[in-house]
């Protein structure tokens, strides 16, 4: 089949199909493209077509969906971004903080992530984080009861601001009362 797309020079389809086999290959049986898909990969890559075709797929797999809100991802991923964006900042000296958010009883002292309620309340201050800072920013959740918020463009003082509105929000919406949100932020400024 690859062959015939190929021949009738519908590049662009015949490299699909070899992404699509390749892939089914390696997830059913954890195999490797035989030396015959290897040398019709080359073939293909060696076409003009298969190059603007390819581009055009990287741009559309680059490009992101339009969400409200900040840039939510998991642990590691955060923590990549964020020495990436430390260096960009060390370059273009433009303002930014890491804010910490732990949920904790009223004596000061982090919830217990085997408490049922952790996990709720927890939610609840994901949805609030979400709601209230701008699609710029990024967060993530540290742990069952630590948010990390990375608020690109804001010195610490103009992070109070984003601290209070997060903090309104969920007095509202969090119906344990027992519990407190604690606020730290550290400027990434040098």
């Given at each position: 089949?690859?062959?015939?797309?190929?021949?009738?020079?519908?590049?662009?389809?015949?490299?699909?199909l070899y992404?699509?086999?390749?892939?089914?290959?390696?997830?059913?049986?954890?195999?490797?493209?035989?030396?015959?898909?290897?040398?019709?990969?080359?073939?293909?890559?060696?076409?003009?077509?298969?190059?603007?075709?390819?581009?055009?797929?990287?741009?559309?797999?680059?490009?992101?969906?339009?969400?409200?809100?900040?840039?939510?991802?998991?642990?590691?991923?955060?923590?990549?971004?964020?020495?990436?964006?430390?260096?960009?900042?060390?370059?273009?000296?433009?303002?930014?903080?890491?804010?910490?958010?732990?949920?904790?009883?009223?004596?000061?002292?982090?919830?217990?992530?085997?408490?049922?309620?952790?996990?709720?309340?927890?939610q609840i201050?994901?949805?609030?984080?979400?709601?209230?800072?701008?699609?710029?920013?990024?967060?993530?959740?540290?742990?069952?009861?630590?948010?990390?918020?990375?608020?690109?463009?804001?010195e610490e003082?103009?992070?109070?601001?984003?601290?209070?509105?997060?903090?309104?929000?969920?007095?509202?919406?969090?119906?344990?009362?027992?519990?407190?949100?604690?606020?730290?932020?550290?400027?990434?400024?040098?």
């Amino acid at each position: 089949m690859m062959d015939c797309l190929m021949a009738t020079r519908r590049f662009s389809e015949a490299f699909q199909l070899y992404e699509r086999t390749t892939a089914m290959y390696f997830a059913e049986i954890g195999m490797e493209p035989s030396a015959a898909m290897q040398e019709r990969f080359e073939k293909l890559k060696n076409t003009n077509q298969l190059s603007r075709s390819s581009l055009e797929g990287i741009k559309r797999r680059l490009e992101e969906p339009e969400e409200d809100g900040p840039y939510d991802c998991p642990l590691p991923r955060f923590i990549d971004n964020f020495h990436f964006i430390r260096r960009i900042l060390e370059r273009n000296g433009q303002p930014a903080c890491l804010a910490v958010i732990i949920l904790e009883d009223l004596k000061n002292i982090p919830l217990s992530p085997d408490e049922a309620r952790t996990g709720k309340i927890a939610q609840i201050m994901g949805n609030c984080i979400r709601r209230t800072i701008r699609r710029g920013d990024m967060m993530t959740q540290y742990n069952a009861f630590t948010y990390l918020i990375l608020l690109m463009g804001a010195e610490e003082d103009g992070s109070r601001v984003v601290e209070e509105r997060i903090l309104k929000r969920f007095r509202e919406e969090c119906t344990y009362k027992k519990v407190r949100a604690r606020f730290q932020v550290f400027s990434l400024n040098p």
